[in-house]
């Protein structure tokens, strides 16, 4: 599950530096464009990482950058905010269905 949040938000943050592209119009910095492709490409590498031991502490981080974002294009602080309660969520529920998995191989362990 937190795969596909982090997959979903890598393209949803690339899209917003699209916009962020369109604001900048005739205006030669490219800062914002460039620093959220990186974090879109960032957020599809932790989405692949997230199994391995520190994959969430990178998710994490991506999270913290996302909202961050939000100096650039005032819309990623929302941005931010709903993936952000979305990690939250799937990190819960994910534990909890582990939690259940475990309880159902000893279960079937015993039986």
Do not use: H, K, Y
Not at 59 to 64: I, K, P, R, S
Not at 76 to 82: A, D, E, H, S, T
């Amino acid at each position: 599950m937190l795969a596909t949040v982090l997959g979903g938000q890598s393209v949803v943050i690339f899209l917003g530096a699209l916009v962020a592209r369109g604001f900048a119009g005739n205006d030669s910095s490219a800062t914002p464009f460039v620093v959220m492709c990186v974090l879109a490409v960032a957020c599809a590498v932790a989405a692949g990482l997230v199994r391995r031991p520190g994959g969430v502490a990178i998710g994490w981080a991506v999270q913290l950058a996302t909202v961050l974002c939000g100096f650039l294009v005032t819309s990623m602080f929302v941005v931010g905010l709903i993936f952000g309660a979305l990690w939250l969520l799937c990190l819960r529920v994910g534990r909890r269905v582990d939690a259940e998995d475990a309880e159902r191989a000893r279960a079937a362990g015993g039986a």
